[in-house]
């Protein structure tokens, strides 16, 4: 059982891993991978969204491909709940996730911004949020993907 309490079955997470290595692999190229019909696998699909097991779909850009820096950062909250600066965050544009963390750390930034400056800049405005106790950043050099599972 996923963390939605739906039971993904053994074509439920092919499907599944053929959409995250490639999200635009047509409906028909997935049903000839899995011998199944177009129609069948749409209806998975489908369904696999009216879940909430596939949320949406999006384009990946290559890293800095407009040459800025992203970085992780890391913040510490002093203000409970968390959401009071959490949801701050998540209308900034420069802000990409925000993850809720357990640890030391309350809360993960990543963060896309022009120039070593805009990050400073970024820290400062983060620090001096009302309810943010520390702030800690991390340029992200590169990026290695995990393999999606082995597809057919």
């Known amino acids: 059982m996923n963390r939605l309490g739906k039971r993904l079955d053994e074509i439920d ?6 959409l ?3 999200a635009r692999r047509s409906t028909a190229s997935i049903a000839r991978a899995l ?4 129609t069948a696998v749409q209806a998975r699909i489908a369904r ?3 879940d909430g097991i596939i949320l949406g779909y999006s384009a990946e850009l290559a890293p800095h491909v407009d040459g800025g820096i992203s970085a992780l950062i890391t913040i510490s909250i002093a203000v409970r709940p968390c959401s009071l ?3 701050q965050l998540l209308s900034w ?6 993850y809720s963390i357990a640890g030391d750390q309350d809360a993960v930034l990543v963060a896309s911004v022009a120039s070593a400056a805009s990050l400073s800049d970024l820290a400062d405005k983060l620090q001096a949020l009302p309810g943010v106790r520390k702030v800690q ?9 995990a393999q999606t599972s082995a597809l057919p």
């Open 93 to 98: 544009p420069v802000v990409e996730r925000v």
């Open 48 to 50: 696999l969204e009216s």
């Open 85 to 87: 600066v959490v949801d």
């Open 137 to 145: 950043t991390t340029v992200i050099l590169s990026e290695h993907k």
């Open 13 to 18: 997470r092919k499907i599944v891993g053929f």
């Open 35 to 38: 011998k199944l019909s177009r």
């Open 20 to 22: 995250r290595h490639d």
